[in-house]
Nanobody, 121 residues
Framework: QVQLVESGGGLVQAGGSLRLSCAASGRTSSSYNMAWFRQAPGKERDFVAVISRSGETYLGDSVKGRFTISRDNARNTVYLQMNSLKPEDTAVYYC???????????????WGKGTLVTVSS
């Protein structure tokens, strides 16, 4: 069992920045690929970013050049640095752990409960 707790969400104006954190407990997070997804009101849950056990990263097209995913395995923590935020980034952001490599929500083994990011214009 892995427990994931997100933090760092809040209200920010367009063009601003936020850093989200995901703290993992239970089984070591270093054995999983870690990812971020987001879900806006009335929309499907979409892929944002993923980082492998060794630190390889892949970002969704809509956030490339603006977001950065990183991990600190010693602290069992994953981060999502969000820069140049846009109103369309407004969503609940979910941390996820998965043994496989992919971008589909159905492949996720463990989910956090989410943290809300609101970008005003």
């Amino acid at each position: 069992q892995v427990q994931l707790v997100e933090s760092g969400g809040g209200l920010v104006q367009a063009g601003g920045s936020l850093r989200l954190s995901c703290a993992a407990s239970g089984r070591t997070s270093s054995s999983y690929n870690m990812a971020w997804f987001r879900q806006a009101p009335g929309k499907e849950r979409d892929f944002v970013a993923v980082i492998s056990r060794s630190g390889e990263t892949y970002l969704g097209d809509s956030v490339k050049g603006r977001f950065t995913i990183s991990r600190d395995n010693a602290r069992n923590t994953v981060y999502l640095q969000m820069n140049s935020l846009k109103p369309e980034d407004t969503a609940v952001y979910y941390c996820a752990a998965r043994q496989g490599w992919g971008v589909m929500p159905h492949g996720v083994d463990y989910w956090g409960k989410g943290t809300l990011v609101t970008v005003s214009s």
